[in-house]
């Protein structure tokens, strides 16, 4: 019987035991679900309490989720249907969505992807990675992380607890995205992606709470500043449709066909000859005596009759005697007004 029960407790050892001349890396903490470790080839399914050798590979089926820990008071968290490969110091997220936490203040510590790495000492955070796009997104819960282009590392900046920013091969030539503050609902939209995980520090959701309150009030201050003037806005909005309705009046009515019309002032009493059917015609002016008239009539009404050509034929010869006083009278009239 005791033969019996080493000889177990020897196979049970050898199940969770590193492989000969393996460095140990960690071990499994806890598992909901399946998922599979590989080593140097060799694929293993997880079991809680099995050991981790650096350079193993960690796969999560759909629906699991898997914590594990290194020698250094790191904690990691893998999500469902995600991987990572894990060596001495860095934990490579190839897939999937990862939330690490640490207590070790002292050491840095490295979370990398196919193209970024965050550097980080303490705290805890979660990061995502997205092998179809080849994008990296990163959210600090708490204290502060640098984020940077794995392949172009100058291209790196700091985020601060409760911000996010990515890294897309798309965007800004791989460079990170300037931090934007996270509201409490995308908060818990990504900790709802890990079953029964939660912050190291309690007060952490209060630093998304206050975001999301930062973020209400930005939406509601522009409306407050123009409800306190409704008269001029209102004025303002009445002015510029006037302006606008006017600019549009000018681009799209059609100009007014004009005619030249002469500038010498005709004597009142005087008589319009018009001669001739062509498309200009030969005027000509008949000085008369005003009549009287009780009121007058509107610019393109005549208060003479206007003698047809048949009742002066001698005008249309510029030989006859009429036709030399008439000039003589354009003549008078430009004398006078040189006067």
């Given at each position: 019987m005791n033969k019996i029960l080493l000889f177990a407790a020897a196979i049970s050892f050898n199940l969770f035991a590193s492989e000969p001349g393996a460095v140990q890396f960690g071990r499994i903490v806890e598992l909901k679900g399946s998922g599979f470790i590989s080593?140097?080839?060799?694929?293993?399914?997880?079991?809680?309490?099995?050991?981790?050798?650096?350079?193993?590979e960690i796969v999560i089926e759909h629906h699991g989720q898997v914590t594990f820990t290194d020698n250094a008071d790191h904690r990691f968290h893998l999500g469902n249907s995600s991987s990572a490969r894990v060596s001495s110091n860095i934990v490579e997220l190839r897939s999937g969505d990862l939330w690490f936490q640490s207590l070790n203040k002292n050491d840095e510590?490295?979370?990398?992807?196919?193209?970024?790495?965050?550097?980080?000492?303490g705290g805890e955070a979660i990061v995502s990675y997205d092998s179809v796009k080849g994008k990296t997104q990163l959210m600090v819960i708490n204290s502060m992380?640098?984020?940077?282009?794995?392949?172009?590392?100058?291209?790196?900046?700091?985020?601060?607890?409760?911000h996010f920013s990515f890294i897309d091969n798309a965007y800004d030539e791989g460079a990170p995205r300037d931090p934007t503050p996270v509201g409490e609902k995308t908060y818990g939209a990504l900790v709802a992606l890990f079953n029964g995980i939660a912050p190291m520090d309690k007060n952490s959701a209060a630093i998304f709470k206050d975001h999301e309150k930062k973020e209400e009030h930005a939406k509601v201050e522009p409306?407050?500043?123009?409800?306190?003037?409704?008269?001029?806005?209102?004025?303002?909005?009445?002015?510029?449709?006037e302006y606008k309705n006017s600019v549009l009046n000018k681009t799209h009515a059609k100009k007014p066909v004009t005619k030249k019309v002469s500038k010498t002032k005709i004597p009142s009493g005087?008589?319009?000859?018009?001669?001739?059917?062509?498309?200009?015609?030969?005027?000509?002016?008949?000085?008369?005596?005003?009549?009287?008239?009780?009121?007058?009539a509107p610019a393109s009404v005549l208060d003479q009759d206007v003698p047809s050509e048949a009742a002066s034929p001698a005008a249309n010869n510029p030989y006859s005697k009429e036709y030399k006083n008439q000039h003589e009278s354009d003549k008078l009239i430009d004398d006078l007004k040189k006067l």
């Open positions: 080593y140097k080839g060799k694929t293993r399914e997880i079991k809680k309490g099995d050991v981790i050798d650096a350079g193993s510590y490295k979370i990398q992807t196919a193209n970024a790495i965050v550097n980080y000492q992380m640098k984020l940077g282009n794995l392949h172009s590392p100058e291209l790196n900046l700091s985020i601060a607890e409760g409306v407050r500043a123009i409800a306190s003037v409704p008269e001029h806005a209102d004025k303002n909005a009445k002015m510029l449709e005087s008589l319009v000859h018009v001669y001739g059917k062509t498309s200009t015609p030969t005027v000509a002016l008949t000085l008369e005596a005003p009549r009287e008239t009780k009121s007058r």
